[in-house]
């Protein structure tokens, strides 16, 4: 089984190219502090709006900080906000949807009503309203990210508890006497890990996106901490003289959202290559 | 029919009900509320402010009475006052603002039809030919795209660029003087980017979900009953395949809309839209709570609605559930 997952993996190569991609990233943020060419937060008012230069491989933005060592220590951002964010939503759609599935009846009409009721709100209005509320920090958004977008999940592990509920090892459990919780968490939810994972990795991706808009309206990580979306914003800002300020952290958006859905459907394919459309 | 419609307006009377239990706990996230503690150590809440929430939400009675008084100011779309300076009625200021959202919205929902369905069609009809492999692509880069950052794109390229489309607002300044036609096609010029981007994001995902269902209509038995009776590919496709391929888009249409109306804040904040996502953003960013509510109960309002309409126009182009009602 083992085996057969890494040989289908290994032998979708754009699978392996988003493992490549999400690699990198960790990598870069990892290493940013020796990566970096220059200090992130390092103003210099006589190089403002430089284009691209050796010494500023993606030019500098409207305060004269180097786009590029921003753009690596905002690669951190987006690796917490894509971890915690699906890391939330993962265990509360886990539980939530693990309840449904097991208990069935009343459990599952209140869970499964609460789930319509959430999808009834425009995520984004309602993250917009919290924050407001709230404080614009990366701790806030991680976790309000992470309060609406566990929905999806939780319709997966449903779906899956609902036909792993009858199988023979799990009426095997019961007839040893295994407790709910332990048929729940030790018996069904192990089995469920494959949907879950795949989940999780398009998660981060979506997380990722949420986050650099929020950043890019202003209501997100809040300046001088670098983030991709940030930095756009400097770029709609000068749109007409800097080019660069809103093409780089575009693409590192777009290049790391693309890895996280090629490598969520890539183990997809691999651990059941039915599901292939 | 109507029967099958009263059902769903039922259906919905529980929905509707969490949606206040919802926007009530929001609101107790606000400074000033009793479940907050950190009152006197937030800095960004006037005592004027807290006072006036403590007014407009009754913060100062029991949670069930708070709730109830809230929820019959609601039942007559009371929304309170806006704290900003005008100090118009919340309502009055999301109505007036409502219908250039709603267009947009409409007009990027066909678009996303118009462009998504024969896209879906053609590369199922045509699996794995270059065109089925050309569209899948674009569907990968389009789900990965942030879509406030190919409005930046665009706007350089056909805004400052070429020169060929206004980027901001929803008229040119000299829109008074135009004589009509030309002011009609001034204001759809000033539509093609807003529409075009809030299409954007659904486009890929349709036209996914469209192929999805194609390729799985044309393997049924009464498509290959259709075949066997020699009929041409044609009618077979257009006529018997597409129609069955295309009722549960409009489901997916209805699930669609708050991804919509969200996305309506990034887009007519980039392009000073004066709707209702340029409003909850200024509301947002001035912390205007009452506006921030009402625009977020409506909002949700809008997707029942959606969905009350998905359903019914499903039930219209079904018969097995037009007649079972």
């Known amino acids: 089984m083992k085996s057969d997952f890494q040989d289908r993996f290994l032998r979708n190569k754009l699978a392996l190219a988003g493992a490549i991609v999400v690699a990198i990233l960790f990598a870069v943020s990892f290493l940013a502090p020796w990566l970096a060419p220059h200090d992130p937060h390092e103003i210099d008012l006589k190089n403002v709006l430089a284009p691209p230069s050796w010494q500023h491989p993606l030019g500098t933005d409207p305060l004269g900080r180097d786009v590029l060592s921003r753009m690596i220590w905002g690669s951190r951002i987006s690796l917490k906000v894509g971890f915690v964010a699906t890391g939330i939503s993962i265990v509360i759609g886990a539980i939530l949807g693990a309840l449904a599935g097991y208990y069935g009846r009343w459990v599952d009409a209140v869970i499964m009503r609460f789930v319509d009721i959430m999808l009834c709100f425009p995520s984004f209005f309602l993250i917009l309203a919290v924050i407001a509320i709230l404080e614009p920090s990366i701790w806030n958004i991680m976790v309000i990210i992470g309060l609406t977008s566990w929905m999806g999940v939780t319709r997966l592990v449903r779906a899956d508890f609902i036909s792993l509920k009858e199988r023979d090892f799990v009426q095997a459990a019961r007839v040893i006497g295994a407790s709910d919780g332990r048929i729940i968490f030790r018996h069904i939810l192990p089995n469920t890990m494959a949907s879950i994972l795949v989940a999780a990795t398009l998660g981060v991706a979506g997380a990722i996106l949420t986050e650099s808009a929020l950043s890019f309206l202003g209501i997100g990580v809040q300046p001088p901490t670098p983030s991709w979306g940030n930095i756009l914003t400097a770029g709609k800002d000068n749109i007409d003289i800097a080019w660069w300020l809103s093409l780089f952290p575009g693409l590192a958006i777009l290049i790391t959202v693309m890895g996280y859905n090629l490598l969520g459907e890539g183990i997809r394919d691999a651990l059941d290559p039915r599901l292939r459309d | ?325």
């Open chain 2, 1 to 325: 029919m109507l029967g099958y419609i009263a059902k769903r307006l039922i259906f919905m009377i529980p929905l509707l009900i969490g949606i206040t239990v919802v926007c009530f706990a929001v609101i107790h996230l606000a400074p000033g509320s009793p479940t907050d503690l950190q009152t006197d150590l937030n800095p960004r809440a006037s005592a004027d402010a807290k006072a006036r929430l403590k007014t407009l939400y009754n913060l100062d009675k029991p949670l069930y009475v708070q709730y109830w008084l809230w929820i019959k100011k609601l039942a007559v779309f009371d929304l309170g006052e806006s704290f900003s300076s005008d100090h118009r009625p919340v309502v009055d200021k999301i109505v007036e603002r409502l219908p250039i959202t709603i267009l947009i919205n409409v007009l990027s929902m066909i678009l996303i039809i118009a462009v998504a369905v024969p896209i879906g069609v053609m590369s199922a009809v045509k699996q794995n030919s270059f065109f089925d492999r050309a569209t899948g692509i674009f569907v990968f880069i389009g789900f990965a795209v942030p879509t406030f950052w190919l409005a930046l794109l665009l706007m350089v390229f056909f805004g400052i660029h070429l020169g060929w489309l206004p980027i901001s607002g929803l008229r040119s300044l000299n829109y008074e003087y135009l004589p009509p036609w030309t002011a009609f096609l001034d204001q759809v010029k000033h539509l093609i980017l807003p529409v075009l981007l809030s299409a954007f994001g659904g486009l890929a995902g349709f036209s996914r979900y469209m192929r999805a269902n194609m390729l799985e209509v044309i393997r049924q038995d009464y498509i290959t009953t259709a075949r066997a009776k020699g009929l041409s590919e044609r009618i077979v496709i257009y006529k018997h395949a597409l129609r069955n391929a295309l009722l549960p888009v409009i489901t997916i249409l209805g699930l669609s809309v708050p991804g919509l109306i969200g996305g309506s804040v990034i887009f007519e904040t980039i392009f000073a839209i004066p709707g209702m996502g340029q409003l909850f953003y200024m509301s947002v960013m001035s912390r205007d709570y009452p506006v921030i509510m009402g625009i977020l109960f409506i909002g949700s309002l809008l997707t029942l609605l959606g969905n009350l309409i998905a359903d019914t126009s499903y039930a219209l182009a079904d018969p097995r559930i037009r007649v079972e009602g």
